[in-house]
């Protein structure tokens, strides 16, 4: 069975496109989900790895008190606590590119405190990383 | 920081200024090869910097500035190919004293640095003597240090003239100040009858300050004139254009340029000189000096055939890759010999 997630916030509108199921439960799946654009690329879940690192990034530096943590923590979550996998490219502060994994985290002056975690090593790749004018130790 | 580096290798910015960032900067950054912007300024990073950022060739945007960083700067930063900015003020890094680093730096389209030359401090007085000129003038050279640099400083004084290279050594306390009158004679033990003229090389542990007056001595005082001596910090580097102003040759003054080679090469400099409409005159004099040395071509507008020219500037040019220069004209009055020097002004 496939099926559509569709995620909205103030920036933009995604469609999840699960083309093939499997892994996920139908539960996972909004019934009435509506595509408002049928242009939208499909987005694939990250590796398990990457949505970890960026898991250990938020609870290492106090994700709780980040001042702008929007689509982190967004119903419905996962097991984990955290937005279901296929989201994560709404969260607040990342971006994605075309091939699917984080080109940016952009978290600057975002009231993050403590330690970069060594996980962050598990991205595959950021070409940019702005943790400016936080409390990272 | 984590040392990982398996994070870097695509990594073209990273900022993390304006953190609480401590200890040490993790050498596996020297991994980040595609790394162009690195922010790290305003935390408190400290100890040295042991990254060979020179492996970053990329990298054009460099800030450490506001940081408890120490110690010399690495020298593989000259194998940036395409530096923008880099700033380290408000740490205390020093730039390694070599020319070849010093002229890097002077590269640097935008920078803001630390004022620290690391090592020794090198202060040249340009222009020294212990001679009789025309018309019974009796030229000697005295030479002062300040010591405010906060330690007890030695000092290495070399006498650089016709003859074999003297030096003297001596220290100074914690803001003592000294003053060699007549140096050549009283410091470097020359004959009170010797003709001679050179520069002094004063090479100290600290920054110190020193200053010079060269003059003729006669029955009823003395008149000269004050020449800085300067550092490499003064020194134009390939590629400035410096500017004397307020040169002239008429029946009233004539004007001598001079140059001293900082850098550790032989180098070449460009003299032109200009009217006050901005017009050549004359000849581009190329003066060349051997490293350490001083050179002055005496009424260089005679020689340039530049003619009468009542109100004239000169710019100064290195004119080889790597060079390191200070420049000074001495304009003086022709009626009664009293000169002024002109130190060489750096673009802003």
């Known amino acids: ?137 | 920081m984590p040392a990982e580096s398996g994070v870097l290798a695509r990594l073209e910015s990273l900022d993390l200024s304006s953190n609480l960032l401590a200890g040490a900067i993790p050498a596996a950054l020297a991994q980040a090869a595609s790394l162009k912007v690195l922010h790290l300024g305003d935390n408190v990073l400290g100890g040295s910097l042991q990254v060979e950022l020179g492996n970053l060739a990329k990298l054009e945007r460099l800030h450490l500035h506001d940081n408890p960083l120490a110690g010399a700067l690495p020298g593989s930063l000259t194998r940036l190919t395409a530096p923008q900015h880099l700033s380290y003020q408000n740490t205390r890094q020093c730039a390694p004293g070599d020319a070849a680093f010093l002229s890097w730096l002077g590269s640097v389209p935008v920078r803001q640095d630390s004022g620290l030359i690391c090592g020794t401090y090198t202060n040249l007085v340009p222009s020294m003597a212990h001679l009789r000129g025309s018309a019974g003038t009796q030229w000697r050279t005295d030479v002062a240090v300040v010591n405010r640099a906060g330690v007890a400083v030695l000092l290495n004084a070399t006498y650089h003239s016709s003859g074999a290279p003297l030096t003297r050594s001596t220290s100074l306390a914690v803001n003592a100040a000294l003053e060699w009158r007549d140096a050549v004679v009283s410091l470097f033990g020359r004959d009170p009858g010797a003709a001679t003229s050179g520069t002094v090389e004063i090479v100290a542990t600290a920054a110190v300050h020193v200053t010079s007056r060269t003059y003729n001595e006669t029955p009823t005082g003395s008149y000269g004139q004050y020449y800085p001596a300067c550092t490499v910090k003064d020194a134009l580097s390939f590629g400035q254009v410096g500017v004397l102003p307020q040169l002239g040759k008429s029946a009233r003054v004539r004007t001598n340029i001079g140059i001293l080679n900082q850098g550790g090469a032989s180098c070449a400099v460009r003299v032109k000189l200009f009217d006050q409409a901005g017009l050549q005159r004359g000849d581009t004099r190329v003066i060349t000096a051997a490293p350490g040395k001083w050179r002055q071509e005496n009424d260089i507008f005679a020689r340039a055939g530049a003619g009468e020219v009542d109100v004239a500037y000169a710019t100064v040019e290195v004119d080889t890759p790597g060079g390191l220069v200070w420049a000074y004209a001495s304009v003086v009055d022709a009626a009664t010999g009293d000169p002024t020097t002109v130190p060489v002004l750096v673009p802003y």
């Open chain 1, 1 to 137: 069975m496939s099926g559509a997630e569709v995620f909205q916030n103030a920036a933009q509108t995604r469609v999840v496109l699960n083309l093939v199921d499997g892994q996920r439960g139908d539960g996972d799946l909004y019934p009435n989900g509506v595509v408002v654009n049928t242009g939208g690329p499909a987005v694939a879940s990250i590796p398990n790895a990457e949505r970890a690192a960026l898991i250990a990034l938020y609870s290492a530096t106090g994700g709780g008190g980040w001042r702008n943590q929007n689509g982190w923590k967004t119903a419905p979550t996962a097991a984990d606590g955290f937005a279901m996998p296929g989201t994560e490219c709404t969260w607040h502060g990342l971006a994605w590119g075309s091939s699917g994994g984080v080109v940016s985290v952009l978290l600057p002056a975002n009231n993050l405190d403590g330690e970069i975690p060594a996980s962050i090593a598990s991205l595959s790749g950021p070409r940019s990383v702005n943790l400016a004018g936080n409390r990272v130790r």
